[in-house]
């Protein structure tokens, strides 16, 4: 019973000294309410490992990634190439505001930045999520297209048709997501922070947005996702019994194998970087906003920091797609090796040469 007493009394005081107190007038009474979402310890040390890692892998394959779609001038027209180079736009961009974000939690959580650049940091996150995410869908429903009804897609999905419709997503996303500029630096324990509410009451507007997100920007584009995928699996399982001798069996082969390919990766997408965020984030507002046990809120906020760092691992997750479900995108990777070793071997013969005639 004592050590029953002593553990809660223990965890009222970690909440005391981790959340700021709201004072909230109602009938003459005052009523203090106790909000336990700062865990800085765990949060800051993920978040530096995280972006750590994934700042040089995220800048350095998306850049890489729109340098081998812009060689391929014969891909350049084809709608998939259009789609895939505003997804590396997007997680490159993402990318390069990593390094605030390191800044900040090597700090121990100061802000020495102006409130501008921590509302485009907020801003670029959700950006990038969500545009990353419809991005996929288009992809996923142009390989629908060119797997079920290959004239349709032929005529339909057109270089300046699907260009139109990327910057659709992007003004899409970008007005919808105009309500995370509002919050920029705030005062906790007398330090500028960033990445937090404004205050406490704040946290019921952030509510509403997670709703609106989670319908318009995950679960209608992952139906879609998963409406096209079973219709591509369903056409390759009927279409599987082609006779192998046919002029185009090899053409139907490839195909194939780029369709599985993608249903792979974007679906693996999904289930390990989109959906776990999406999920806790809605219980651990849910939390906040109805103020349940302060032990259940950490639990929470640990899970929520765990599922926002694999939703950003997006960004490293997506040139694997290129990589994989893109035949020319991988024949040029090869070539740049190639053409890499060749002016090594070329340097090195001259380096020999020169020290030989000295």
């Known amino acids: 019973m004592s050590f029953r007493l002593t553990w809660r009394k223990n965890l009222q005081t970690a909440c005391l000294q981790s959340a700021p107190i709201v004072t909230v007038n109602d009938s003459n009474q005052t ?3 106790l909000l336990c979402f700062h865990d800085d310890v765990f949060k800051y040390r993920a978040y530096t ?31 998939s190439c259009v789609v895939m180079m505003n997804l590396a736009l997007s997680d490159g961009s993402f990318s390069l505001t990593l390094p605030l ?29 969500y545009t990353s995410i419809l991005f996929l869908t288009l992809l996923s429903m142009l390989r629908w297209l060119a797997v079920a009804q290959p004239l349709r897609h032929r005529t339909l999905t057109t270089p300046t048709r699907t260009l139109l419709v990327c910057l659709g997503v992007w003004l899409f996303v970008g007005v919808s997501s105009a309500p995370f500029l509002s919050n920029g630096v705030t005062k906790r324990n007398g330090s500028p922070r960033c990445f937090e509410p404004s205050s406490p009451s704040s946290w019921g507007r952030v509510l509403i947005l997670n709703y609106v997100a989670l319908v318009l920007g995950f679960l209608f584009p992952f139906l879609t996702i998963i409406v096209c995928y079973s219709r591509i699996i369903r056409y390759l399982t009927i ?65 929520a920091v765990v599922t926002l760092c694999l939703a950003a691992a997006n960004s490293v997750v997506n040139p694997l797609l290129y990589y994989y479900a893109t035949r020319t995108f991988r024949s040029r ?26």
């Open 31 to 33: 009523a203090e309410f």
């Open 49 to 79: 490992y995280t972006y750590l890692l994934l700042f040089p892998v995220a800048f350095l394959c998306n850049v890489g990634a729109l340098v081998v779609f812009f060689l391929q001038s014969s891909r350049r027209n084809s709608a």
């Open 101 to 129: 974000r390191l800044a900040y939690y090597f700090r121990g959580g100061v802000w020495d930045f102006p409130d501008w650049l921590c509302r485009l940091c907020v801003y670029g996150f959700y950006v990038n999520l």
């Open 239 to 303: 279409n599987s019994s082609l006779s192998a001798n046919s002029s185009s069996s090899q053409a139907r082969i490839q195909n194939r194998q780029r369709s599985v390919y993608l249903v792979t990766m974007v679906t693996a997408t999904f289930l390990l970087c989109f959906l776990p965020y999406h999920v806790i984030r809605s219980l651990h507002l849910h939390a906040v906003c109805g103020r349940w046990n302060c032990g259940v809120m950490v639990a929470l906020q640990r899970a």
């Open 333 to 358: 990777i090869r070539d740049a090796q190639s053409s890499f070793r060749r002016g090594s071997i070329r340097t090195g013969l001259a380096l020999t040469r020169r020290r030989n005639t000295t």
